[in-house]
C-alpha cells in the first residue's frame, strides 16, 4: 500500500521531468527521420527501418531511465523531502521500491507513446500490423526494468551526474560484454581465457534483450531463449534493488 | 504522568572530509519527555539538537544508546504511527498543491479518503491556510512552508510532535500564531518537543526544557527551577539627582535628555535611592526590576564551553 503511495507520487513527479519530454521529442524525430537514413542504404528498405525504429526507442527509453533514475533518490535526500517521509511509519524499502515502481509506471507510459508511434507508422506503411514488433518491445522495456533498477542503485548513494555516467557505462558495458564471449573463444587456454571467461560471466549482458534481428528479419525465436532472457532480466533486475535496498537501509540522511 | 520518549546513553559520532576524521556529536545523552507537555530542547548552533530529533526518528542510527518511543522501539513503524515531526527549513514536494501534499502524507498512514478530506480542512483551517490549499508549494513562501508543514505534522493526530527550529525564519507575527498552535496542541494532549535557538520563545511556552553544549546536556528540569526567582537588579529611570551621588548607591548608566538609568544590585538600597529622589525634588520614571532569564542560563552555560 505505502510503495504505491510512493510509486504514484515519483510519477506525477517524473511526468513534470522536462527532460521527459525532450527525450520523448527526440524519440519521435527518431522514428520518423529514419526513413531518410534508409534511402541511403542497400537492401530491404522497411526492415532497416524498422531495426533502427526499435534501436532509437531502445537507446531513448534507456536515456529516460538513466537520466530521471540517477536524481529520484538523490534528490530526495539533496532536496530533505526525505526527512519527513522516513519520519512516517515506512520501511526504508518501501520508499525505494516505491520510487523505482513510479519511475517504471512513468517509462511504461512513455514506452507506450513511442510503441504507438512506432507501430501506427509501420501499419500506415505497409498495411500490415505486425505483433512480433510488439514482442520486440516488450522486451526493450524488460531491459529498461534492469537499468532503471542500476539508476537507482547508483542513486542511492552518489550525485546524479556520477551515477548517471555509472548507469551509461552499466548500458554499453552490457551491449557490448558479449564480445567478451567471443574473445574468450579465441584466446589460447590459460589464465587469460579463465579472466576472460570470468569476466564475461560477471559483466551484464544486455544484449540477451535484444530481438530485434529475428523480429524484423523473421527469423524463428525459441521460446527458451525468451524465457531465459525474461528469467535473466526479472533475476538481475530483483538482485539489483536487494543491493540498492541493503545499502539505502544503514544510510544515514545527515 | 508516563514517558512518551525516553532517550538513555545516546552517542553519534560521524565522519567528515576527503580523508575521513571522527567528530563525536553526541556524547551520551538521557532525557525524558512526559505525556502532555512541551519540551524544550535548547543549544547553539552545532550542539547536536537536530542530530538527536534525526536519530529518534530513524533518519540517522545512533552507535550508541537506547531510544523509546510510545513505548516500543524507535525504529518500530508501529512507534511512528503515534509521531509527528517538522524539520528544519522544511521542503517538501514543490509539484503538489498543499491540498494534495497533505493528502499524500495522509495516505501514508493509510487513511481513508473521507478522514484525509476531514483532516485536511480543519489542518488548513489551524494553519490559517485555506486560501493558498491550491497553490503549487512552488510559489509559497517560507512562513507559509512553516505552516503546511506544521499541518504535515498534524495529519496523523499525533501523540508526540517534534518540531526542529519551528520559529525560524518567521516573522514576529508568524512566530506568535505557531506559538499559539504549539499551546493549543498542548491543550489537545498532545506532547511537544522543540528545539530552538530562539529563548523568549522558548520561555514563553515551554514547560521543561534541556540544554544541551557540545554533544553533552548540561542541564534539564522544569523552568521554574532552573531559572532563579532572585532580583539580579532593579533599573530605575529618574531625574533631578546628580550622577556623582548615585555613583555610591549603584551603577548610574546613561544620561539622556536629563534623566539617569541607575542599576542597582543591593536590593536594600532602593529605600534610600527613593528618599535621596523625593529630598532633591526629582522623579522617578520607571523601577524595573530583573530576575534571571532563560537567556542568562544559557549563555552562562554555553560560554565557559
Redesign the interface.
Known sequence: ??IK??AV?TF??AV?DRILYLLLFFAAAAILLSRVLAMLTVGDRMKIVKDVRLASISVFGALMAILIGTGLVYKEIE?????????????RYEFLLGKYFGLILTLAVMMASMGLIFLGLVLVETGVFEGRLLLALVYVFLELLLITAVAILFSCFSTPILSSLFSLGFYLIGHFSWSLEALAKKVQPGLGRTLLAVLSAVLPDLENFNIRTEVVHALPLPAAHLAYAAAYGILYTAFVLALAVLIFR?R??? | MSTILSIEGLRKTFSQGFIPRRKEILKGISFAVSEGEIFGYLGPNGAGKTTTIKCVLGLIFPDAGRIELCGRPHLDPRSKEKVGFLPENPYFYDHLTAREFLDFYGQLFGLAPAVRRERIRALLKLVDMERAADLSLRKYSRGMLQRVGLAQALINEPSLVVLDEPLGGLDPIGRKEVRDIILRMRDEGRTVVLSSHILQDIEMICDRVAILVGGLILSQGRLADLISEKILFTEIVLSGVGREELAALGEPLSALAGRTLLKVYDEARIPTVLDLVRDRKGSIHSLLSRTQTLEDLFVGMVKPQ
Not at chain 1, 79 to 91: D, E, G
Request: hydrophobic share 40%; proline share 4%.
Open positions: 500500500m505505502t503511495v510512493i507520487n506525477k513527479e513534470r532536496k530533505r523531502t526525505i526527512f519527513t517521509l522516513i519520519s512516517k511509519p515506512i520501511r544503514r544515514d540522511f545527515v
